[in-house]
């Protein structure tokens, strides 16, 4: 199979939370458990609305602050205490980047609308050929119209196609469309494992 396109996920793949220190002082501080607070950020009703573009990232914010009960005054030491721990793959940036010299290479992301300048202030967002963002277009993974969109935009088949993502699910839902998926456990592993698919 001839591959000619290369899609990789954000959070999970090239950004990673390394360090839960952060994330767990974070949520003693409110007597939570670190899965709780995960869960309250990523996972609940005002995330989810966030992730298809219903409501503003900051809007879904102040609904954690409103559960939190804190001011919007203390909105921005929380969030850096929350994400403290997250950090680029530099490592992993690299080899993407030396990919782009021979494949398109997309993101397809699950991210609300700060995700756009966030990688356009880290500088990562020219490391892709085509962004596809959950909160611009209106669905998220594992549903396949956002597969279909980044394809799409990227002009190439499904089987011509390849996945990265750190969430089972997403692979599944990538696959029964046609699409190779690479699922992301350790980085190393991941990039011998395109540079076999990708090997001409």
């Not at 997309?106 to 995700?115: E, K, Q, T, V, Y």
Request: hydrophobic letters at 40%; proline letters at 3%; one cysteine or more.
């Amino acid at each position: 199979m001839t591959f000619r396109a290369v899609f990789f996920d954000y959070g999970g793949v090239i950004q990673r939370t390394e360090f839960q220190a952060p994330r767990q002082h974070l949520a003693e501080r409110f007597s939570m458990d670190y899965d709780d607070i995960d869960k309250l950020v990523f996972a609940g009703e005002s995330a989810r609305r966030a992730s298809v573009g219903e409501i503003k990232e900051d809007a879904h914010w102040s609904q954690v602050l409103k559960r939190l009960k804190r001011p919007e005054a203390e909105l921005q030491t929380i969030k850096d205490e929350f994400f403290g721990g997250d950090v680029v793959d530099h490592e992993l940036v690299e080899f993407i980047r030396s990919l782009g010299e021979r494949f398109h290479i997309g993101l397809i992301s699950n991210a609300w609308d700060g995700m756009r300048p966030h990688l356009e202030k880290s500088g990562l967002i020219d490391l892709f050929e085509t962004v596809v963002i959950s909160a611009e277009v209106g669905t998220i993974k594992p549903e396949e119209r956002i597969y279909r969109l980044a394809l799409e935009k990227a002009q190439v088949k499904a089987k011509e196609a390849i996945f990265v993502d750190d969430m089972p699910v997403n692979i599944a839902a990538c696959e029964s469309i046609g699409m190779k998926g690479v699922l992301f456990k350790d980085p190393h592993v991941t990039m011998e494992t395109l540079k076999k698919l990708l090997k001409e």
